[in-house]
């Protein structure tokens, strides 16, 4: 029943309720001084009244309760209506304003039924209102002037009700958009991070095979291989810090590999082992979107690394095709012998990396398929120069 309040609202509200209290408890007395027990109904109006206006935002319901007793009250000995009666338009605001659902429509029903009871009192009761001289029309046209009274102070509160609760579902939607970004920002992170340390990884595993086989024969080979190995694990961690000062730091650029450095990944699955033929035909025209190269360079990469971790001993193809509305990606690599049949799942095919390729592509309004064909696990991405829509 009760509202959260500050304590400085409370204090407020008390504090006008007891001024308003000792402003109209003299007139309520002074208006019908020629009744019986002026005084003390007089002196109770003025409470009553005062302590609707006092709880009206801390309780509308029970503020709302307590105005109709007031009324009742004025009612049963037969009183004119005075200026205490005035703290059922505040009383009825705040029911519309700030009352549960029940409480809000109660209002309603309750400006209605007021205005109607307030003038059949004012005509039923001898000596407050002469109305045998007026017409059914006249009395019509009151009834209905008490109404839109009424009602204007609960529709001012149904409007700020209606303020309110929109300021709010904006502030939650806000708070929504904000948690997606920060969810997109985590998996693309989390993305990158499986790309940078995957990729590195396998290279790095890769070199420091090589090594151990060359380490009785072949000095330079090891030197070669255990260089390619630094450079990597160099690279990689320096990408590594940035993620994570991305993770702490949302203004901090992340690394944004572009088809400028499909050249450097070209290299180093090569030194790794990995047989690999590049064909580009049409080469790139004109200024290639940055999504569009970060994608092309991550499945890329993504893609040997799948080759170099689960691939066979035979050549790696890699086909870029940049046309005028898209560029298609293609690798092609052996599978591991014995060749699984085309209708096996091939290891790796349903991990993060296939996941993050795919993702890759659909950021950027692009498609993506994987899997065996005719003893080879192919990888076949289009994506749009212009990006998504």
């Known amino acids: 029943m009760l509202r959260p309040l500050q304590s400085y609202q409370i204090v407020v509200d008390v504090v006008i309720a007891a001024l308003f209290a000792l402003a109209t408890a003299p007139i309520e007395i002074a208006v019908n001084t020629s009744q019986q027990w002026s005084l003390p109904i007089g002196l109770l109006?003025?409470?009553v009244f005062g302590s609707a206006?006092?709880?009206r935002r801390l309780s509308p319901g029970l503020a709302l309760g307590i105005a109709w007793a007031g009324a009742l009250v004025e009612m049963t000995f037969g009183r004119v209506p005075g200026p205490a009666s005035l703290a059922v338009f505040a009383v009825l605001y705040t029911a519309a304003a700030y009352g549960t659902i029940r409480v809000f429509w109660f209002g309603f029903g309750s400006a209605i039924a007021g205005a109607v009871v307030a003038v059949l009192y004012l005509y039923i009761v001898p000596g407050n209102i002469?109305?045998?001289a007026t017409g059914v029309s006249v009395i019509v046209a009151i009834v209905i002037a008490a109404?839109?009274?009424?009602?204007?102070?609960?529709?001012?509160?149904?409007l700020v009700r209606s303020t309110r609760r929109s300021r709010v579902d904006r502030a939650a939607q806000q708070r929504a958009q904000a948690d997606a970004i920060a969810e997109q920002e985590r998996t693309r992170i989390?993305?990158?991070?499986?790309?940078?340390?995957?990729?590195?990884?396998?290279?790095?595993?890769?070199?420091?095979?090589?090594?151990?086989y060359a380490a009785a024969s072949d000095s330079a080979a090891q030197s070669a291989a255990l260089g390619t190995i630094s450079s990597t694990a160099r690279s990689a961690l320096?990408?590594?810090?940035?993620?994570?000062?991305q993770l702490r730091h949302s203004q901090e650029n992340g690394p944004q590999p572009t088809i400028a450095d499909l050249d450097g990944l070209f290299g180093q699955v090569k030194a790794a082992g990995l047989d690999i033929r590049v064909t580009v035909d049409p080469a790139p025209r004109g200024e290639v979107p940055a999504a569009v190269q970060l994608a092309v360079?991550?499945?890329?990469?993504?893609?040997?690394?799948?080759?170099l971790r689960h691939g066979g001993t035979g050549p790696v193809d890699v086909g870029l095709a940049w046309l005028p509305a898209r560029v298609d990606v293609v690798v092609r690599n052996a599978l591991p012998a014995p060749a699984a049949p085309p209708s096996a799942p091939v290891?790796?095919?349903?991990?993060h990396g296939l996941i993050g390729m795919r993702e890759r592509a659909l950021l950027v309004g692009g498609t993506l398929d994987a899997g065996a064909e005719a003893g080879a696990f192919v990888v076949r991405a289009g994506i749009p120069i212009g990006g998504p829509g």
């Open 45 to 47: 109006a003025g409470v």
């Open 53 to 55: 206006l006092a709880l």
């Open 130 to 132: 002469d109305f045998t």
């Open 147 to 158: 109404i839109f009274a009424f009602l204007l102070a609960w529709t001012v509160g149904a």
């Open 190 to 212: 989390a993305r990158d991070m499986h790309d940078v340390v995957a990729h590195s990884l396998a290279v790095v595993i890769a070199q420091a095979d090589g090594a151990r």
């Open 238 to 245: 320096a990408d590594v810090r940035l993620l994570l000062a």
């Open 297 to 307: 360079y991550r499945i890329l990469q993504e893609a040997l690394t799948n080759a």
């Open 347 to 351: 290891s790796g095919s349903h991990g």
